[in-house]
């Protein structure tokens, strides 16, 4: 039999009597929908989750990961009952999720506070990247993007890269899974986000701190002295640790110099086109940077790899 009107008048307010009580509670329970949660391991988000006021420090940290990149806040930090952190977006509103005790744990294991920013600056990573609006939740490609933002907001920050890599060190799984890349690749991305920070306009500027020889001023340039160069290359064997020689243009001269820069060697001299950097990374301890940016891998097996692991060409020692 239906309820009479007053019957559901009196229905209707005790419902909305008990949302206000629990909206005023000190914690509110978010529903959550799991497609669009990134946790910052993969794991799923199980039952209910509560968010609690973040503390102040964590809204400090916020605020100067955000200062860092110069952006303003369009989300929302909570404390929550996650099992590490999480960006969600609920309602509209993007949030990022962390559990105290994690970032307690984080900091405590990894010795310094930078382990706690590189994790909220990697679920911010998420949103600025549009990650929290895809169908699917995590996703290799995405953590590696998240990732690489990390680095690069740490090393605005102030962080060395080893301070900005400690979390992930200590924390990430050592292999790959259906939503995380394996910890090497993450260490990687940081490291690639950390020295793209350092190059500040680099994207810009030419990475060279000296300028190559096709660069200098003086109109009468000389040309490389045959006698100080007996192979003909304007860069001896002692000042380069190896040839290296891309698939694409096997011809062209590359090498690796001493002071890690990358040259091409040509009739006219050399050039400084990238730069190498160590990732501590295994099985890539380094990246080569190029002048315009784009970066490639070096495996300790001597292979030069792109980031989806291409082969591009090799190194070999002269
Ligand atoms: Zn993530």
């Not at 799991?34 to 391991?41: L, R």
């Not at 400090?60 to 404390?79: D, Q, Y």
């Not at 940077?289 to 784009?294: E, L």
């Amino acid at each position: 039999m239906p309820f009479s009107r007053s019957k559901k008048k009196i229905i209707l307010s005790l419902a909305l009597m008990a949302f206000g009580l629990s909206a005023a509670s000190a914690q509110q329970q978010l529903p959550l929908n799991p497609d669009q949660v990134c946790t910052y391991d993969g794991t799923p988000l199980t039952g209910p989750v509560y968010e609690f006021a973040p503390s102040e420090s964590t809204n400090r940290m916020v605020n100067r990961i955000l200062n860092s990149v110069g952006l303003k806040p369009r989300f929302e930090v909570k404390a929550a009952n996650v099992p590490n952190a999480a960006a969600m977006i609920y309602n509209n509103q993007r949030y990022i999720l962390y559990s105290q005790n994690f970032v307690e744990m984080v900091n405590r294991t990894t010795k310094t506070d930078w382990g706690a920013v590189s994790i909220v600056a990697h679920e911010i990573g998420h949103h600025l990247n549009g990650h929290t609006l895809l169908p699917g939740g995590s996703r290799p490609s995405g953590e590696l993007e998240a990732d690489e933002f990390s680095g690069f907001v740490l090393q605005r920050m102030g962080a060395t890269m080893l301070e900005a890599q400690a979390a992930m060190q200590a924390l990430a799984i050592e292999e790959a899974t259906a939503t995380h890349p394996p910890r090497n690749a993450r260490l990687e991305a940081i490291a690639v986000g950390w020295y793209r920070a350092r190059e500040g306009t680099s994207a810009t500027q030419p990475l060279a701190r000296n300028p190559a020889p096709e660069s200098r001023p003086s109109p009468a340039r000389e040309k490389p002295e045959p006698e100080n160069n007996p192979s003909g290359r304007p860069v001896g064997p002692g000042e380069v640790l190896g040839r290296v020689v891309f698939n694409a243009s096997p011809d062209k001269e590359y090498y690796i110099t001493k002071t890690l820069q990358m040259v091409r060697v040509n009739e006219s001299g050399k050039e400084v086109v990238g730069k190498v950097a160590e990732t501590r990374g295994d099985p890539h301890p380094f990246i080569i940077q190029s002048r315009n940016n784009t970066f490639v891998y070096l495996g300790k097996d001597g292979y030069i790899y792109s980031r989806s692991g291409e082969k591009l060409g090799y190194v070999t020692k002269i």
